[in-house]
């Protein structure tokens, strides 16, 4: 009974929720218990459930964790370097929020979120007192990129099954884009300030080079993630060959790793003893993100016992039976109980697609536009429900400073009012379209 299993989804959330909350336990910690029990309540043998534990650990630990850890490096360089003592300066003490919304948004283009949101990591660390607004103006504008925007694979794993042309994707996903990164960043603003806890000893100087070096470390690193992205369009210029296995190695995160260490280090005066030793500056920096590694690893973990069971699936076919009527809302809806139920967001894209496309006709949505709107609707529907299961909800919550409840209003509630205000967008365009 897949209802049963939503229910035993339910009740662990509020198991890690509590474990996180009240006693203050390891994410990493809380999810690896939460996986156990959920394998205990559905029946599962504990030897099974471990064994899709690992294979979705160590699956998201190889998709993400070299950034993750690069981000963390790089950003530790920065604090140390004086790069972020130099961009505090040069703003005055002011919240750079739409000028962090804007570059989220093109690393949103990026293969994975929670890949576009790690290479960020530099900047987010320098946020200071604002270190809320701008984690989630950035977590927003990937929202939207993400989830509208070819080239990023959400909305291309779409179009793909759906047969539709990724460039009436590109067209009308722009304006749905645009209308979730302006409620996105008006949310962001909403939020209030947390109080920055003074360092301890002696800072460094502002460095004007190192600043610069911070700036093109993280652009290369931007650069690198999208052009990942293009190579995954299916269709010329990109549809095969050598030149396209270039680019889909460009963001593999053993290039982002190194070539975000050689900048960074090149760039802020880490080629020394005090940055490369075992208590160096990356080491400081590898520390620093170990806990959100960790718990975007064992979200990896959890995410693969909820697949294997099928209930998202399930639930999902379930939803495509509402009325025709509803057009656009069908395949927006069945993309988001995929991704609530399992955490995957590509999964979730790959699943909704397979089940709306033999819908499409009955929905209004068989032309080109149709077919393009629904891609949309689906990776619109994908990025509008991130919560306990999937690991980009704990590093958009730890950029963000939040704690397990605050990332639910926030990061979850945030990311659902922005994909209320994309489904109003889709209505419009399909009217328009009809």
């Known amino acids: 009974m897949p209802e049963l299993k939503a229910l035993y989804l339910v009740i662990v959330a509020v198991v890690i929720i509590v474990a996180t909350e009240k006693y203050r336990l390891l994410p990493f910690l809380a999810l690896v218990l939460a996986t156990g029990l959920y394998g205990v309540l559905q029946g599962g043998d504990p030897p099974w459930t471990a064994k899709e534990f690992n294979i979705g650990f ?127 960043l008006l949310l962001a603003r909403r939020c209030p300030e947390t109080p920055e806890v003074a360092p301890e000893g002696p800072q460094p100087l502002p460095s004007r080079r190192a600043g610069i070096g911070l700036v093109a470390t993280v652009l290369v690193l931007v650069i690198l993630i999208v052009g990942q992205s293009l190579g995954q369009i299916p269709s010329e210029p990109f549809g095969g060959g050598t030149a396209r296995e270039n680019l889909l190695g460009l963001g593999r995160p053993m290039i982002l790793f190194l070539a975000g260490l050689a900048i960074a280090m090149a760039t802020m005066g880490g080629f020394t003893r005090k940055g490369l030793s075992e208590t160096g500056w990356v080491a400081e920096g590898a520390g620093a993100g170990l806990s959100v590694f960790l718990a975007v690893g064992a979200a990896g973990g959890f995410q693969m016992v909820l697949h294997n069971n099928g209930m998202a699936d399930l639930m999902a076919e379930q939803v495509s039976f509402l009325p025709a009527g509803l057009g656009i809302a069908v395949p927006f809806l069945v993309a988001l109980v995929s991704r609530a139920l399992q955490g995957s967001a590509l999964t979730a894209a790959i699943t909704a697609a397979g089940i709306v496309q033999p819908l499409l006709t009955p929905l209004g949505l068989g032309g080109e536009a149709g077919r393009a709107l629904a891609a949309i609707a689906i990776g619109s529907g994908t990025m509008a429900a991130p919560h306990l299961n999937d690991g980009y909800f704990w590093l958009a919550s730890h950029h963000a400073g939040l704690r397990t409840l605050q990332g639910l209003r926030w990061v979850t509630g945030g990311a659902l009012v922005q994909g209320a205000v994309g489904l109003a967008a889709l209505a419009a365009l399909a009217a328009l379209c009809a």
Do not use: F, H
């Open 58 to 184: 160590s699956q998201t630990i190889a998709a993400a964790g070299l950034a993750i850890l690069a981000g963390a490096i790089v950003a530790r360089l920065a604090e140390a370097s004086g790069a972020v003592a130099y961009w505090r300066k040069r703003m005055g003490g002011r919240a750079p929020v739409l000028g962090t919304a804007a570059a989220s948004l093109v690393a949103g283009l990026g293969g994975t979120p929670v890949g576009a949101l790690a290479v960020l990591t530099p900047v987010l660390r320098a946020a200071g007192p604002a270190r809320a607004r701008l984690g989630l103006a950035a977590a927003y504008a990937v929202n939207a990129a993400q989830g509208c925007l070819v080239p990023s694979p959400l909305p291309i794993a779409a179009l793909a099954i759906l047969g539709g042309d990724w460039r009436y994707g590109l067209a009308l996903g722009v304006p749905v884009a645009a209308m979730q990164w302006l409620a996105g």
